[in-house]
């Protein structure tokens, strides 16, 4: 990526998952939440797309994602998603399949498209039979706009405390293409995947191995690298439909802007996983971790997501503790090649640990240096060029009390 | 093992480290803790033993680990192992080594003995120098008792809430045998060895290779199978010291009383890993995961331990919330084979799923098989004769708030 970030895109501002020319989306409160809230919703095009998914590594994977993998397995054509929060239709074997396809229909139904181009989504509680009864009832009172993204970012949370939303515009050809996007969290957040529900709309053309091989990209370098709690859910899903409708030619692998598109594509959804990350269940703080110096990227890759992981470090930043043996434990556990009497540490611009052992940096030096809503974290391993960067949250008691009682 | 626990061993009132004929121990405060609480001690036999030991897998492995693996690695014997608490000497590299060899000769010297024969072990904060001049003072002045047991597994905690002993008796070939022993939790635990301090003395005899084959099978199903909070540490150690005072013939991996021998250590390492894991820091239960039908006792080990792993589901059983979606999530996660239409859940004794779906079940029933200290699980995978089980404890505030300001 030799583009520069303002050379390559333009923040939309209010950007949304309908940014993109040819998306509406509608949301409305169908009764699936106990709350009350908006649960139900669909984001669509206004043409079939050129489409991609990734999903759960979770063997349990739910109803919809079995169903919106097969669908995309079978042809990389979507032309909306239809999605529900409150219940994740999970662990309902074969009727939460019957019921995700039902679902898919009756999306169809409304928007007057073939059932085979609508993807599924849910989250929520897992193990509980979707009242599907709620679903026929609300799906023909949905209404679809083209300004719909806001209303479908909302009805998408579940513990989520903000909607997270973000929208770029890039030149392809001549051509401005726009990438809209929305996610949701937040528990069960665990980098196997996408780690939550991604849906990333573009009016760009794209070739489907292009989108596919973009995606899978962009996803393991943002997404992937986020980590709230460790649990990997059964439901994590990210869609990018691409309609083509800016007019701009087809990016395949080997186009001129390809390469435009794939850090445009990584600037949107790093900012989401950056969003998803500080709103973790109960967190306080977003906490980056770059790790340099690894002998490879994967193993770079390992060490920033288990210092990110860590419950106790997690902890420690919670309390703006500068316990910073807790972080070599994390990365001596990572399972990558590590040097004792190498590794260095930095927070934020402090170093606290070089070769190994303490710089003598001062305690109240380092806490001052956790301050604020962002921390930052640099392990170098002084063993190669490998880098690697990942998000992740404190620990705090606010987690505990939300996941005490999330069924109840 | 098919030996009833019954007919293996006599439970020992009062047991201790130092229950087994030939073991004295001794402790006291020698100013490495901030509080003034005991922190220095020795605990050792008055002949050489046999000895076999077991050590954390972290990369970042500290002083003392390394000193003392270095010589069981030389030679299975050992008399003796000095131990601190307050500071765990990780994270100090060469200086971190040469401190442990000194603690070493320190301890041999007050004993009499050669510095070869004596372990090292320490626990406390990382990254922090050990004050050895605390610990030049205080080693002549350790007195070595019989009865020291107690006073040991005292100076051996850190944020442990209760001391955890545990002594049984058996027969070998008409000798009266003893194993004695203690352990300390009880943060930044995780099962990738021995994930603590335990030291176990017994005056058995027996052959340096029995012991360390006993050591392991027992170690696999115990203390590597208790989770606290998924951070493995840079000290584990586990040791077993075996002086043959008892005057019982030797055992090796063939003697007819060596399954009674490995069947009475599994008794007393999972008394002590079950007393771990219900300490846990924060800790209010004892969570038991027995897995069932797995494909290999491995698979049953992945679920097992993924389950007490989850974050979540921990959260969910501090607040007794029978939200069993999290376990199957858990199970997905593990990594073992499993069929989700085949999975089965029970929360105590009421089974709350069947072939993956929902049985039903109140939730006020299952909610009530979650009070009390101590809540059992068992997942059947419907798939194979593979089992396993499993110790975790609940996921609490006191947790957070514990390990958001433990180095200040």
């Given at each position: 990526m030799t583009a520069t970030a303002s050379e390559t895109f333009t923040l939309l501002p209010d950007?949304?998952?309908?940014?993109?020319?040819g998306f509406r989306a509608g949301a409305l409160a169908?009764?699936?939440?106990p709350s009350g809230r908006p649960d139900l919703g669909i984001w669509a095009s206004d043409v079939p797309c050129v489409a991609a998914g990734t999903f759960t590594?979770?063997?349990?994977?739910?109803g919809p994602v079995l169903v919106s993998r097969e669908r995309l397995n079978a042809?990389?054509?979507?032309q909306a998603v239809v999605f529900n929060a409150g219940?994740?239709?999970?662990?309902?074997?074969t009727r939460g399949i019957a019921d995700a396809r039902e679902m898919a229909e009756l999306a169809a139904r409304k928007l007057g498209?073939?059932?085979?181009l609508v993807l599924v989504a849910s989250t929520g509680i897992i193990g509980v039979p979707m009242p599907m009864d709620r679903v026929r009832d609300g799906m023909p009172r949905l209404e679809l706009r083209p300004d719909g993204g806001h209303a479908a970012a909302q009805a998408i949370m579940?513990?989520?405390?903000r909607q997270k939303e973000c929208a770029v515009s890039l030149d392809v050809d001549g051509h401005e293409v726009h990438i809209g996007a929305m996610t949701k969290g937040v528990g069960?957040?665990?980098?196997?995947?996408?780690?939550m529900l991604a849906f990333v709309g573009t009016d760009a053309t794209l070739d489907p191995a292009f989108a596919r091989t973009a995606l899978k990209r962009v996803v393991d370098r943002?997404?992937?690298?986020?980590?709230?709690?460790?649990d990997t859910s059964t439901n994590d899903s990210c869609f990018l439909l691409a309609?083509?409708?800016?007019?701009?030619p087809t990016l395949t692998?080997?186009?001129?802007g390809a390469e435009r598109f794939v850090a445009a594509l990584e600037v949107v959804c790093t900012d989401l996983a950056r969003k998803m990350a500080a709103d973790g269940?109960?967190?306080g703080k977003l906490l980056q971790v770059d790790v340099t110096g690894a002998t490879s990227d994967s193993d770079a890759r390992k060490v920033a997501r288990a210092v990110v992981g860590s419950s106790l470090l997690k902890a420690a930043l919670h309390g703006e503790?500068?316990?910073?043996?807790r972080v070599f434990m994390a990365v001596g556990n990572s399972g990558a090649q590590v040097d004792p009497n190498r590794a260095a540490l930095w927070i934020g611009t402090l170093q606290i640990a070089r070769d190994g052992v303490?710089?003598?940096?001062?305690a109240d030096a380092a806490r001052a240096q956790m301050h604020g809503d962002e921390v930052a974290m640099r392990v170098d391993?002084?063993?190669?060029?490998g880098a690697a960067r990942a998000w992740g949250c404190d620990l705090t008691e606010a987690y505990v009390v939300e996941n005490s009682a999330y069924s109840t």
């Open positions: 950007g949304s998952s309908t940014s993109a020319l169908a009764g699936i939440k590594q979770n063997a349990f994977a739910a042809a990389p054509r979507a219940n994740a239709n999970a662990c309902n074997t498209i073939s059932a085979d579940t513990t989520d405390t069960m957040i665990y980098p196997n995947m996408a780690t943002t997404f992937n690298m986020i980590t709230v709690d460790g309609n083509g409708l800016s007019g701009a692998d080997n186009s001129r269940e109960g967190a503790d500068p316990n910073w043996g303490t710089t003598g940096a001062a391993l002084g063993l190669g060029s």
